[in-house]
């Protein structure tokens, strides 16, 4: 299975700054996305992150928020714009493949 | 999305086996059961999945129910390191809809 490099793995920003998180897939895979944790929480689906076309977003999220994107089929990109404290989480990547989804250990963001 | 249904919690002595049940009485045709854990500090981590029929790996069985309503995931012999979020997840086969949506998920604890 496909093994993924996320970064950074922990931040900590000013609000009204944006961060952008980086994903990594050793292997070239079709389905990419993004998840957000948030403490003690499920997981909740932001966005699929589309080779060549606009991500496609869950209710709930736009891309003014969450602008992505998805340059090949290896790296995609998640920026968190204009954070405020409510966007404290944990970001996950994750990679489709034939068997399963894998995911990155995810950033853990800090908004103050 | 159909959606299961899982048990908030479940505690399980270590080196003894362990069920983990889900259900999904809307599960249409073409939904594969996934199951995925969330181990602490970790991102999500692909268990198994099936169709139709009971599945194995080295890591768990999967026992499907014959009407496909519900599953249930075993842990033959429960470690310490087992202790972790347990997610089972429809997924359908292709396309648009082949994103995991995750429930709340079952907190499985072990004791020594």
């Known amino acids: 299975s496909a093994v993924i490099s996320q970064k950074p793995s922990r931040d900590i920003c000013q609000r009204g700054t944006s961060l952008t998180i980086q994903c990594q897939v050793d292997?070239?895979?079709?389905?990419m996305f993004w998840y957000r944790q948030q403490p003690g929480q499920s997981l909740t689906l932001i966005a699929t992150a589309n080779q060549g076309s606009e991500a496609t977003y869950e209710s709930g999220f736009v891309i003014d928020k969450f602008p992505i994107s998805r340059p090949n089929l290896t790296f995609s990109t998640l920026t968190v714009s204009n954070m405020s404290p409510e966007d404290s989480s944990i970001y996950l990547c994750?990679?489709?493949?034939?068997?399963?989804?894998?995911f990155g250990s995810g950033t853990r963001l800090t908004v103050v | 999305d159909a959606k299961t249904t899982q048990p908030n919690s479940m505690e399980s002595n270590e080196e003894e086996p362990v069920h983990l049940p889900c259900n999904h009485s809307t599960i249409s045709g073409t939904d594969y059961i996934h199951w995925y854990r969330q181990l602490p500090s970790q991102g999500p981590e692909y268990v198994i999945h099936?169709?139709?029929s009971n599945v194995n790996n080295r890591m768990a069985s999967l026992a499907i129910a014959e009407d496909r309503k519900s599953s249930t995931l075993i842990l033959h012999r429960a470690t310490l390191r087992d202790a972790a979020v347990y997610y089972c997840i429809l997924r359908a086969y292709t396309g648009a809809n082949s994103k995991l949506t995750f429930g709340k998920g079952i907190t499985l604890s072990v004791r020594p």
């Open positions: 099936g169709l139709t």
């Open positions: 994750s990679a489709g493949g034939s068997l399963g989804y894998t």
């Open positions: 292997s070239q895979v079709t389905m």
